[in-house]
C-alpha cells in the first residue's frame, strides 16, 4: 500500500506469480500517468519512469482491482 523513491528515474521490478491478470499504474497528484507496466499472469515485468519529489498513487488499473484494495501512494 505504500512504496518510496527518490526523485528522478525509477525502475520498477513487477512480480504477479497469480493465474489472473495485473499491471502497475502510477499518476501524479494531478492523475497524468507517469508509468505503468503491461498486464502481467505469472510473469515479472520491468519498467521504469522519471518522477519528481512529490506524492504518487499507483493500482491496478484491471476492472474492480483498484476497488478491491489494489492501490497505494
Do not use: R, W
Amino acid at each position: 500500500t505504500e512504496l518510496s523513491a527518490k526523485p528522478g528515474k525509477v525502475t520498477l521490478d513487477f512480480t504477479n506469480e497469480s493465474p489472473v491478470g495485473h499491471d502497475a499504474v502510477f499518476e501524479d497528484a494531478d492523475g497524468n500517468e507517469v508509468g505503468a507496466t503491461d498486464v502481467i499472469t505469472g510473469q515479472s515485468t520491468t519498467t521504469e519512469f522519471e518522477v519528481d519529489a512529490g506524492e504518487y498513487t499507483f493500482y491496478c488499473s484491471l476492472p474492480g482491482h483498484e476497488e478491491a484494495g489494489m492501490k497505494g501512494t
